[in-house]
């Protein structure tokens, strides 16, 4: 805007008082011709009488030449004595400056012109407007008087100095409030000097343009961005809830809150929504105000909203509904809530505003979130609703898949347990304990598995393993693998050649399955046997981390061992190793999950849990405790099994062994030293028994077996006959016919015995049977 050209002054004659040299130069005439004249007179065309009362308008005047020149007219009234106008200082533009004038007044953006003391001298009618008052009411003021904003006078002045200095434009964003406006804008303003036709700076022009609207469509953009980063970060549902609220609260609304329908917290198929009372549980709800008084419900309770309400019909109806202070759904709201808060903490004022917008994910309705504004000066409008829509919809997926995740989790979880031996069976080669801990992370229940299998002769089996993978189904082939792995070791078969087994079997279940890749059905597994006669642990790894070896009174070491490939590679092989331990030994069996994390140095680990197993402890279970409390300190990341095996051993007094020459007349010997023995153990009952089975087992060796021969009895949990020989041909059971000589005497000790089997020795073979001890 170009600054005032000409000035007159007129007074309420019309005679002409004063000539500025502004006037001089556009009209040519000099102030001694024109002072003291009637306006009129200079004017080429006439004016009509209520020109000046108008403010504003056009006149064309008579240059001193002769020539005729179109001017914009601007008056403004000079009151006299007792408030009586005295005249009008008239302003007089250039031709064109009518256009220019039209166009600031019209504009629908507030401008405004001051000067270098920080007065107003115009005001378009959008500025008034904001400001609440007319022109007259402001020019000549400062700036300073009509704004209460400190810190938006503060901005103002600074930025009307970098003008000033630099005669540079400046722009800029500020929040202020107007006497006409309810609540702060965001005001976009410019600043640019005003200048005389020979430079010099007469004032500083401003036009500020409200862009509110913009503002905030940002910041619901920027908290939709947010809310992709800062909702769902966890697969918990009460946890994404909070987050929802957390970022709703300040920014969105003064208090919020999520409640849930009950489904969604357990396990049950979703329902219909209901079309009358809708019962809900509160899981989340966060205030601005200290001490939450918006929070009438407690977190976990249940509270029922009638149909009328806003929380219902925005379930009912699927969309957003908003709601303000007065409407017949904000009151019942209000009602409800007061009846349900704590004495002393009724919503009285303040609360004007509310949205409630119903979280669906999938087609499938989950609950609802309701916003409250008090402090927050504006009504939720229709872009509110849009914006609450698409949060509450993104929101309600992360719910969504939260709650797939607990109940798929559970699911596994329930599985794992049933899969997992529930009571270890009794025997007396170690004493055991165990632990099984759940993976805590996003990626689910995994596959570690453990078990203890009673073997022939008083062995027993140890074994842990490790199914790649999460989920379900990790969990049902590590099922398939531990009921594979308890078949083999009822065949007796040696450690190294039991995982040759399990390989294969692995192999053969990733191919079967369509669509698995091998690596997928992959599995890491360590067995071990520990025979308490010889005292002898023979183990063999596939893929698995070497068990610990706590000696009694020394440090814990692990078993030099090497591990064979991952099941389900194939093809390659497995070697056995075999250490002698002294009894009363403890065998630490685990999972990889003890050791290996991310967050966690593997070797740091391995010495941790070198030093909690040498630990004192009163019992296994303790020592297990302790274990995971010096290894684990936080959640594990993976899933662990822990197994701990403290040996024990057989004495000679419990054992006793004749080897046997190969004659059929030996047979009578060893039976009649075999019910000796048996009665020297107080075992009178089972003698006769013992002494049939010795009788038909040495047969059978001497008759279809090789040299040498040994008959060995065990007094363990049971009455244990094994009769070994160097063949490795092993006898089956059969039915003989009527008229058959032989063929009977399997069967017999069969129907004698407890059970029976045979295992391959590296000499040959042994058949073994086992009779229950008689009650004490």
Same mark, same amino acid.
């Given at each position: ?407 798929? =989790?559970? !699911?596994?979880? $329930?599985?794992? #347990? ?5 009571? @270890? +069976? &009794?025997?007396? /080669?170690?004493? %055991? ?102 005292? =002898?642990? !023979?183990?063999? $790894?596939?893929? #698995? ?5 706590? @000696? +009694? &009174?020394?440090? /814990?070491?692990? %078993? ?107 047979? $009578? ?108």
């Amino acid at each position: 805007m170009k600054p005032v050209a000409a000035v007159a002054v007129i007074d309420v004659q019309g005679r002409v008082t004063g000539w500025s040299e502004g006037a001089r130069l556009l009209t040519g005439h000099p102030a001694g011709d024109v002072v003291g004249r009637r306006a009129a007179e200079l004017l080429a065309a006439a004016v009509p009488a209520d020109a000046l009362a108008a403010r504003t308008g056009t006149a064309v005047l008579r240059h001193r030449d002769g020539h005729r020149i179109e001017l914009c007219l601007t008056a403004h009234p000079v009151d006299g004595a007792e408030g009586r106008p005295a005249g009008f200082v008239v302003t007089v533009d250039p031709p064109g400056a009518a256009l220019a004038a039209q166009a600031f007044e019209q504009a629908s953006m507030s401008m405004s012109v001051f000067d270098l003391q920080q007065r107003y001298l115009r005001l378009n009618d959008a500025a008034c407007k904001v400001m609440g008052v007319p022109e007259a009411a402001l020019t000549g003021r400062f700036f300073p008087d009509t704004v209460a904003d400190a810190e938006y006078h503060r901005g103002f002045l600074r930025h009307l100095r970098e003008v000033v200095e630099t005669g540079r434009p400046v722009r800029y964003e500020a929040f202020a409030g107007a006497p006409a406006l309810n609540r702060e804008h965001l005001w976009s303003l410019e600043m640019w000097p005003l200048r005389t036709d020979s430079g010099e700076l007469t004032g500083v022009a401003m036009a500020a343009f409200d862009s509110s609207e913009q503002y905030w469509a940002r910041r619901r953009l920027a908290l939709l961005n947010e809310a992709s980063a800062g909702i769902g970060t966890t697969l918990d549902v009460v946890r994404t809830a909070e987050e929802l609220v957390d970022l709703l609260v300040p920014r969105y609304a003064d208090f919020a809150s999520v409640d849930l329908l009950d489904w969604v917290l357990g396990a049950d198929e979703p329902p219909m929504v209901p079309n009358g009372d809708v019962e809900l549980r509160r899981v989340a709800h966060g205030s601005t105000r200290p001490g939450n008084p918006g929070a009438a419900v407690p977190i976990g309770d249940t509270h029922v909203h009638e149909p009328p309400s806003a929380p219902a019909r925005a379930l009912r109806e699927g969309r957003a509904v908003l709601s303000q202070a007065g409407e017949p759904e904000f009151v019942q709201w209000l009602a409800e809530r007061n009846a349900r808060s704590p004495e002393g903490r009724p919503y009285r004022q303040g609360v004007h505003s509310l949205i409630a917008v119903p979280l669906l994910a999938r087609g499938t309705t989950l609950g609802v979130a309701v916003c409250v504004r008090m402090a927050h000066p504006d009504d939720y409008g229709p872009d509110d609703a849009v914006f609450a829509e698409e949060l509450a919809s993104r929101a309600a997926v992360c719910i969504d898949n939260a709650r797939r995740f607990t109940r798929e =989790r559970a !699911t596994a979880l $329930a599985l794992q #347990h049933s899969l997992l031996p529930r009571g @270890l +069976p &009794g025997q007396a /080669a170690v004493e %055991v304990a165990h632990r099984y801990l759940p993976c805590g992370s996003l990626a689910g229940i995994g596959g570690d598995w453990f078990d203890v299998i009673p073997l022939s002769g008083g062995r027993v089996g140890l074994v842990v393993g490790d199914v790649v993978g999460h989920g379900i189904q990790s969990s049902a082939t590590m099922g398939r693998l531990r009921t594979a792995v308890r078949t083999l070791a009822d065949v007796d078969l040696p450690p190294d050649e039991l995982l040759t087994h399990l390989d294969d079997l692995v192999t053969h279940l990733a191919s079967d399955d369509s669509g698995e890749e091998v690596a997928e059905l992959g599995a890491t597994c360590l067995y071990a046997v520990y025979d308490p006669i010889s005292r =002898r642990l !023979t183990l063999a $790894a596939a893929g #698995h981390p070497a068990p610990a070896v706590v @000696l +009694p &009174g020394d440090r /814990a070491e692990f %078993v030099p061992m090497t591990a064979g490939p991952p099941l389900g590679v194939g093809g390659l092989p497995f070697e056995a190793a075999e250490v002698e331990l002294p009894e009363g030994s403890v065998v630490a069996l685990y999972t990889d999950g003890l050791v290996e994390d991310r967050d966690r140095d593997r070797d740091s680990a391995v010495d941790d849990l070198r030093r909690a197993l040498t630990a004192s402890a009163d019992s296994l279970d303790a020592l297990c405790d302790s274990v995971l409390k010096a290894v684990m300190p936080g959640q594990p990341g993976d899933d662990v099994a822990l197994l701990l095996a403290r040996t024990r051993a057989l004495g000679a007094d419990r054992v006793a062994t004749w080897d046997v020459p190969p004659d059929p007349a030996e047979v $009578a010997v060893v039976r009649q030293a075999a019910g000796e023995r048996v009665t020297a153990w107080g075992l009178e009952e089972s003698a006769f028994i013992t002494e049939l089975v010795v009788s038909e087992l040495v047969t059978n060796a001497i008759r279809y077996g090789e040299p040498p021969i040994q008959l060995r009895l065990i007094r363990d949990r049971a009455l244990i006959c094994e009769v070994s020989d160097a063949s490795s041909t092993s006898p089956h059971l059969r039915r003989a016919h009527v008229y058959d000589e032989g063929g009977r005497g399997l069967l017999l000790v069969a129907q004698l015995t407890q059970r029976w089997g045979s295992r391959q020795t590296g000499a040959g073979k042994t058949i073994w049977a086992e009779q229950p001890l008689p009650d004490p």
